[in-house]
């Protein structure tokens, strides 16, 4: 008996038929929606920035406190965002992929960087430099957020300022430093600004209605209105 070769979907002739007259425009691929990255971004940097920003408060004092730092470094922080940033770039916005790619390579880099310090010896100066230089990229990023909303333009405010206190903290001695522990604080203001604004994607997306404030802008459309844009999109 012959093997039935058509496909496993019927609206496909089987391979090396001809279509009939009028049949290319039916087959034709259909445009396809694709989520919103963003909450999922938001929250593996939430989530990653509030841990390590307990420790460096110095709440947390257990010496292998970091260890779940790096974990989440690396495939929360890093690479789910990272995932995040390249379907913000096939979506179209220059924003989010430039701020989650970015970000996704800050965890990554420090989750390469952070074992090895304390084997390296004393690095607080040009720690410090790449914080301060995260610190400057920050502040241009802060600039764009104003188009964004106000809990992602919170989230950035309060990152430039982590970074800021952190870098000042490093230049004076790293760890322990007070300025050090003032960048914790704003890193926990700065975590949960995030979660905020990645439950408010997750949440009016599901809702296809505005349930968590987002707060307006000068210059943007309703939250509502954007949350059915994005259903729109593709």
Known sequence: ?????????????????????????????????????????????ALTTLLLSIVNTNLLKETAGILPVLGLALFYGGLAQFAAGLMEFRRGNTFGATAFVSFAAFWLSYWWIAPRVALAGDAHNALGLFLLGWAIFTAYMTIGALRVSL????????????????????????????????????????????????????????????????????????????????????
């Open 1 to 45: 008996m012959n093997e039935d070769t058509r496909s496993l979907h019927p609206e496909q002739p089987p391979p090396g038929a001809v279509p009939p007259t009028g049949a290319a425009s039916e087959a034709a691929p259909r445009a396809t929606a694709w989520a919103d990255p963003a909450p999922l971004g938001l929250a593996g940097f």
């Open 151 to 234: 809990p992602v333009l919170a989230v950035f405010v309060l990152l430039t300022l982590t970074f800021l206190f952190l870098a000042i903290g490093s230049f004076q001695g790293g760890a322990g430093h007070v300025m050090t522990e003032v960048g914790g604080w704003f890193g926990i203001l700065t975590g949960l600004a995030a979660w905020y604004a990645s439950a408010a994607g997750v949440i009016n997306a599901a809702h296809g209605r505005t349930v968590v404030p987002l707060g307006t802008l000068p210059g943007r459309t309703e939250p509502s209105e954007r949350v059915r844009h994005d259903e729109r999109s593709v």
